[in-house]
């Protein structure tokens, strides 16, 4: 069985050694080694940088989807009120836990809906920046919301005006890889970067980590080319990846 061509953590890692220099006694470093208590903090932080920066630019290997089917009516049907979903569960004035958003989800991007059982295609949300409207319940939502969420403790929860009976939910979402970390099987510098040749900003990106703290002078010089390598990541990605089908493509 064949495997992506990924490259291993420990060739990114070697091409931030070669760009500080730090290759002229060891391969395997003198500062940026794999056993310096640091290097798992400094290498986490810049794949957390690099990841933003994709998802800013609107990556679609970061974006993800998930379909939740038959989420109930609201159980107030006041105009005020309204449903909300987060890590937690779905609130329709009883919190139901059989509905939750992903864990790598970093913010949704777009909402789609239909009528439970309908068999129709998925109807685009718009999403609201200012406050949702107080809203007769119908059928559908039309319209959704992220802001703080119900316990007010932070920022992650989709508030939506609520139907008068079940609704399906598509959501696109921004999503998230795991940090590196040590395992039973897989060293930590052995472990794969699951994004397709990503050595050359990712391994800016862990310069950049090393030189900020330590004041060198082209510091920023060195952001500025992980973000322009990155931006031409995602060129190319956009330049080959055919458009998702019609219907179904997350906003950008």
Known sequence: MATAPYDTLELVVDAARSRLN????????????????????????AWRNQQDKLA???FYGLIDQVIYQGL???TNTDPSAQT???????????????????????VPTRLDERITGSGSN????DVIRSGLPLIV????????????????TGVGAIWMPGTSGSFDLRIWFASYLPDFAPNETTPFSSQNVPIMRILNSFSLYIVAEVCGPRGDLDAKTVKMEADAATAEL?????????????GGAPSQ
Do not use: H, Q
């Open 22 to 45: 730090d290759m002229i006694v060891s391969v395997g470093g003198d500062i940026l080694t794999d056993n310096a208590v640091f290097t798992p903090t400094v290498v986490n932080t």
């Open 122 to 125: 998925f109807i685009k949300m």
């Open 72 to 74: 109930p009516a609201i």
């Open 234 to 246: 995602f060129g190319r990605e956009k330049a080959l990846v055919l458009p998702p089908p019609a």
């Open 84 to 106: 909300w979903l987060d890590w937690t569960g779905f609130n329709n004035g009883t919190l139901n836990v059989s509905f939750v958003l992903p864990e790598d989800c970093i």
């Open 137 to 152: 319940k119908g059928l559908l939502n039309k319209i959704w919301e992220w802001r703080m969420n119900a316990t007010g």
């Open 56 to 58: 800013s630019l609107g």
